[in-house]
Structure formats: structure tokens, C-alpha cells
């Protein structure tokens, strides 16, 4: 049940991360989004806990899933304009 839940989690914060930072080269689909999500949540809980707002082995919370998202997407807009 727990797999669900963070492709649920990660499928929502990748959205509403997609909606706050608009572009042309962002990820597409239901599955990049998902994983966009997914891999914010694993940034903002590995930031958090280099930060000490995290205690260690505490994953990040569905904000910290969207700002991680945020910081992922921004990323991946600076690499894809790069390239083209």
C-alpha cells in the first residue's frame, strides 16, 4: 500500500510543481510526472536533512514533495535550453 501512496503523492506534487513552473521543456505524460514527483520528494528530503530540518531516515511531507518537484523542474530547464 505504501508504493501507491507515493505514486499517488508523487503524481499530485508533480502536477501541481508542472503547474507552478510552466515551460516548453518540461517532462510529459503520466509517468515522467510521477516520477518528477517521486524525485522532488527524495530532493527535498535529502536537502531537509543536510539542513537539520529533518530528523535522518525522515522523508520530506507533500510541500517539501512539490518544492523538491520546483527545484527539479527548474533544473531540467536550464539543461534542456542548453541543449537546444
Same mark, same amino acid.
Given at each position: 500500500?505504501? =508504493? =501507491?501512496?507515493?505514486?499517488?503523492? #508523487?503524481? @499530485?506534487? #508533480?502536477?501541481?510543481?508542472?503547474?507552478? @513552473?510552466?515551460?516548453?521543456?518540461?517532462?510529459?505524460?503520466?509517468?515522467l510526472?510521477?516520477i518528477? #514527483? =517521486?524525485? *522532488?520528494?527524495? %530532493?527535498?528530503? &535529502?536537502? *531537509?536533512?543536510?539542513?537539520?530540518? &529533518?530528523?535522518?531516515?525522515?522523508?520530506?511531507?507533500?510541500?517539501?514533495? =512539490?518544492?523538491?518537484a520546483?527545484? %527539479?523542474?527548474?533544473?531540467? #530547464?536550464? @539543461?534542456?535550453?542548453?541543449? @537546444?
Open positions: 500500500m505504501g =508504493i =501507491i501512496w507515493t505514486i499517488i503523492i #508523487g503524481f @499530485v506534487a #508533480g502536477l501541481i510543481a508542472k503547474f507552478i @513552473v510552466p515551460g516548453n521543456n518540461e517532462p510529459r505524460g503520466f509517468i510526472t510521477t518528477l #514527483g =517521486i524525485i *522532488g520528494a527524495v %530532493v527535498a528530503s &535529502y536537502l *531537509g536533512q543536510a539542513l537539520g530540518w &529533518y530528523a535522518p531516515g525522515e522523508g520530506a511531507g507533500f510541500i517539501g514533495a =512539490i518544492v523538491g520546483i527545484i %527539479v523542474l527548474v533544473i531540467w #530547464g536550464f @539543461v534542456a535550453r542548453r541543449r @537546444v
